[in-house]
């Protein structure tokens, strides 16, 4: 629905509780001239200490990076979980936020149209319309890298 | 007969009338149904409904009770309906002014697609149809092969309609009867109010027709076009039969010699202009590709013929300048077949009944003016004539002289190359397959061309990175470039299809499939465009490997065929066998071929328990798969066709995984909650005793994103209910060991498939005993489970446990109640009474 500012984004998400991360396939795809996709989202899972749902093949990387409360998980799975009472083991209660990492943008815009009972923000490279909130719109690897490390920035400021 | 409308079964005299609600009309068809295929026991033990030349809603309660477990999940979700005059309708503020509601809008737009991916092979299967007849005539009778037993291949065809399809005539009831009942769904996908579930059951309902169309146009093209059939040749010959003699890839086409390539769906043409070079004995003078689906129809009667890509890829194949004339029609896709031509000055000719934007209609002309314009110059021409079209693709071919060079040189490559500005990668933002594509032109000016070969194999020649860049990089010249730099190593070699797979053959695999060692099933289809080009070889092989059963069908052999085991150094047709078994790799054609991957799987229920398929659909589908695991892989870029095609599919109980990232597109999946115990629930039914079971399959159609996903799912799915004990042990271990080879961990839902000790495969035996002890509260004694913990929290004997979660004690069990035997049905009606 619309953009946020990594710095607001951090502020919006520090207010947060339940919040689940997913991290996709890109997180193995995309680095960053040497610094992987998927060293971002391990860090994020860290500064929120938020479990992460590890989609695609991501959860002996992230893992390896230091990721806590890491499971293996399909994405569609936790889409469809959301939609029932919660009686999944990665987190007691609900997520009332998702955050996506490492989904191209047609599917996460898919994924987060399908979420009815919670926020959606995604940690892409484009504005995500279906999402809660989304980064701005980046032009290049580089600007997608600097909004990466202004939010994981502004989550380690109290 | 002995009189109008009653059938004598043994002792049993029936009454057609208790049978099915309305037989006039079609007494004789249904006397000939029970006279042939049904056991009088069963008829005795249970009460048989049919429902010949079914609609949608006479197997809506199978349909239902799928969905309750299997709700289906809407993505990519549309809030505002603009299907009528009174609109537009905001349907997340509430109804729309018809009374429809949001999700069931979602559930009429997958209708919708379902119905577009079942027109294009209806339509193909008419125009093949009506040819045949006027050729043949009505009374030609069909058939598969010397082996053939219609009451086996035209499952698809019986099982909707009842009719037992033994020549032209009938095919053309059935498809007519298909083509009336499209006509209805397309109708309620645009102006239908019904309710969620209504519109899914039509979904499948448009499914189950694209089946049928599909059995249609394969039995034609077997029976009446000589294409080769496993039918024709004995059992033991099926070890290496079709031989691996097909060749495909650029690389294989020799260079020299004319080109036709050959697109879309109508193979008419193709079988046509074949015959003209066979007849003209021009055959070694032309080379003759296939782009699409009619390529797999080709290697069945001309196996010289080169697969060259899928219909999704054609665009970019087509650019390379490779084809002299290109004979296209429509098929699952919509190709820019013209606009790709015209640039490399290769000639089309339009065969759709359909026109094409640019192409005047030459049907009327004759074939020298038409031949003389077409070397004078002309784009191309419409010709609605299958057999005037292949003369005239041969006879341009052999005259048409062209420029040949249509690429960038390596010049004009680095010189656009170098315009790609450092900081930008609107590109990488619009591609659908995430390609990094600028970093990799940015490398061309240092690496040349070599720097985009992996980009190359990803892309989908979309063209939407040429729309955002800013500096007008023609890119897909670039990745053409590329692709022709590659041509040599494109190279593979494959099995032409084979066709269907026949009784005999069928019912040893089944033997093969339960001696203990083999996980299930898979079917792998690949409609190409993926970000990696030999993901679906990969997943054939690690399911193969894990003796599997692995057949496929469609572009998907084609994509299949190019994975090259470097450790074996063979291609993977080369590596495996290809008798319908274990650990084997077969081929059953062109898409229309899927046809025969439902037949089996409804057929196993007249094998299992001599339950007739015709005009019984829901306890066909009911009973085929309580312990044959059958999961279909698709891969690739998402048609509609493939969406109807994954709906009938899991309508017959077969688990479909999609992906990778594109995938995604669907509109609907059919997940379940495996949390939820009050949707694993059969019945007994000789009993009546309603039962609870593990939950599986866990999904019927559910995306994925990786190929480590798609096999890992697939070993997952490939559990069923009443899995015989090596089978259920084999299963968990190939699901476990790929989950944690992939993901490092255990699945979190293995121990819900364990009945016993005997499911847990040896080699995992003591470690997941002791998770089952410590993480789970199960009673374990050394290797042995003296006590289970149900999902209710109860800890009980194995005995007992086998009576309350496992259909291990109900040996005969369905999710339909009216499947139920009379006896059951009695006792539950007593006890009503009682209560």
């Known amino acids: 629905m619309s953009v946020k500012l990594p710095q607001e984004l951090a502020e919006y998400l520090k207010g947060q509780k339940n919040i689940l991360l997913l991290t996709g ?22 500064k929120l200490n938020a479990p992460v749902a590890a989609t695609a093949n991501t959860p002996i990387g992230l893992k390896a990076r230091g990721a806590k409360s890491v499971k293996k998980m399909w994405v569609a799975e936790v889409i469809n979980y959301m939609r029932h009472p919660w009686q999944d083991p990665i987190m007691d209660q609900k997520p009332e936020v998702l955050v996506f990492i490492g989904y191209p943008p047609t599917v996460a815009g898919r994924l987060a149209s399908a979420v009815q009972e919670a926020d959606t923000v995604v940690l892409g490279n484009t504005y995500i319309e279906e999402a809660t909130y989304s980064l701005p719109q980046s032009s290049s690897l580089r600007q997608w890298q600097q909004s990466l490390e202004q939010l994981i920035q502004a989550l380690s400021t109290p | 007969m002995e009189k109008k409308g009653f059938v004598q079964l043994g002792n049993s005299l029936i009454d057609l009338r208790t049978v099915v609600s309305d037989p006039r009309g079609i007494e004789d068809g249904l006397a000939e149904v029970i006279e042939a295929d049904w056991a009088e026991t069963y008829h005795k033990g249970f009460d048989v409904k049919l429902y010949p030349f079914a609609e949608a809603a006479d197997i809506a309660d199978w349909d239902k009770i799928l969905l309750d477990t299997y709700p289906p999940l809407y993505i990519d979700r549309q809030g505002i309906c603009r299907d009528c005059s009174l609109g537009p309708c905001e349907l997340e503020k509430g109804k729309g002014k018809c009374g429809l509601e949001l999700e069931s809008f979602q559930g009429k737009l997958g209708l919708r697609m379902a119905c577009r991916g079942c027109l294009s092979q209806m339509m193909d299967s008419r125009e093949l149809l009506n040819y045949a007849i006027k050729v043949f005539g009505r009374d030609k009778e069909i058939s598969l092969g010397q082996r053939h037993d219609i009451t086996d291949h035209a499952v698809s065809i019986g099982v909707l309609t009842g009719l037992y399809a033994k020549n032209l005539d009938d095919l053309d009831k059935a498809l007519s009867y298909a083509e009336a009942q499209l006509n209805k769904l397309l109708l309620a996908s645009y102006s239908g109010t019904a309710e969620t579930l209504e519109f899914e059951n039509m979904t499948f309902h448009a499914g189950s027709l694209l089946v049928l169309a599909m059995e249609a146009a394969e039995l034609v093209k077997t029976g009446c076009f000589g294409l080769v059939s496993s039918d024709d040749h004995p059992l ?53 590709c296939g782009l699409g689906p009619v390529g797999h ?40 077949v013209l606009g790709e031509a015209r640039r490399v000055e290769s000639k089309v000719i339009w065969t759709s009944a359909q026109g094409i934007a640019g192409l005047k209609d030459r049907t009327e002309d004759s074939v020298d003016r038409i031949v003389k314009d077409l070397i004078d110059g002309a784009e191309g021409v ?19 002289k062209r420029k040949g060079d249509y690429l960038l040189s390596g010049e004009a490559v680095k010189k656009e190359a170098g315009k790609c500005k450092e900081d930008c990668d609107l590109c990488f933002n619009v591609c659908p397959n995430s390609l990094l594509l600028g970093r990799a032109i940015r490398k061309v000016k240092d690496e040349g061309l070599k720097a985009l070969v992996e980009v190359e194999e990803g892309c989908t020649f979309c063209g939407k990175c040429e729309e955002v860049c800013p500096v007008n990089i023609p890119l897909r010249d670039l990745i053409v470039a590329t692709k022709a730099e590659q041509a040599a190593k494109d190279k593979f070699v494959m099995r032409p299809g084979r066709g269907p797979i026949p009784r005999l053959e069928n019912m040893a695999g089944a033997f093969g499939a339960l001696w203990g060692n083999c996980p299930g099933f898979a079917v792998l289809m690949g409609c190409g465009g993926t970000k990696y080009q030999k993901d679906i070889g990969w997943i054939a092989h690690e399911l193969a490997a894990e003796c599997s059963f692995v057949v496929t069908t469609g572009c998907g052999s084609g994509e299949v065929a190019q994975y090259y085991n470097e450790e074996e150094q063979k291609f993977i047709f080369e590596e495996f066998h290809c008798e319908y078994q274990p650990r084997n790799l077969l081929n059953c054609g062109a898409c229309s071929a899927s046809c025969y991957l439902r037949d089996i799987f409804f057929h196993y229920s007249r094998t299992g328990a001599h339950i007739s398929h015709y005009a019984n659909f829901a306890p066909t589908a009911d009973l085929g798969s309580h312990d044959l695991g059958q999961v279909t892989v698709m891969w690739g870029v998402p048609n509609e066709r493939m969406f109807a095609l994954a709906t009938a599919f899991a309508r017959g109980q077969d688990a479909v995984i999609v992906g990778p990232e594109s995938a995604f597109e669907w509109k609907r999946f059919l997940m379940s909650n495996v949390y939820d115990r009050s949707k694993w629930r059969v019945w007994d039914a000789n009993t009546a005793r309603s039962v609870e079971t593990e939950p599986v399959p866990a999904h019927f159609i559910v995306p994925v994103e ?64 002791k998770e089952l002890q410590e993480k789970h509260g199960w009673e374990v004694d050394r290797l042995i489970i003296k006590k289970a913990r149900h999902r209710n929290g109860e800890l009980m004997s194995l005995d007992k446990f086998h009576y309350e979660y496992s259909t291990l004690q109900a040996p005969y069990f369905t999710r339909l109640p009216r499947l139920l035997s009379k006896a059951a049905k009695e006792k539950l009606a007593k006890e009503g009474v009682e209560k």
């Open chain 2, 297 to 336: 129809d080709i290697l069945r009667f001309y196996d010289k013929c080169r697969i060259i890509s899928t219909q999704v890829m054609a665009a970019k194949a087509i650019r390379t300048g490779f084809a002299d004339v290109v004979v296209a029609s429509n098929g699952c896709v919509p190709v820019d």
């Open chain 2, 706 to 769: 990786t190929k480590e996903e798609a096999v890992t799912m697939a070993f997952n799915l490939m559990h069923r209910p009443f899995d015989p004990w090596d089978a259920r042990h084999v299963k968990m271990d190939s699901y476990i060991r790929f989950h944690e080879e992939n993901f490092g961990e255990l699945p979190d839902d293995w121990h819900l498939y364990v009945r016993s000790h005997t499911d847990l495969p040896p080699k995992l035996k003591a470690k997941l005993l």
């Open chain 2, 236 to 288: 033991e010959e099926m070890n290496n039969w079709p031989p691996v003699s097909a060749l495909g890839g650029l690389g294989n086409v020799e260079k020299g010699k004319p080109v036709i390539a050959f697109l879309g769906d109508n193979f008419l043409s193709a079988w046509i202009a074949i015959n003209y070079l066979k007849e003209k004995e021009l055959a070694e003078q032309i080379e003759i």
């Open chain 2, 382 to 400: 419409w010709i609605r004539n299958a057999e005037k079209a292949g003369e005239i693709a041969v006879r341009v071919v052999k005259e048409l």
């Open chain 1, 25 to 46: 396939s890109l997180c193995d795809d995309v680095d960053f001239n040497g610094k992987k996709l998927l060293n971002y989202a391990a860090e994020v899972s860290i």
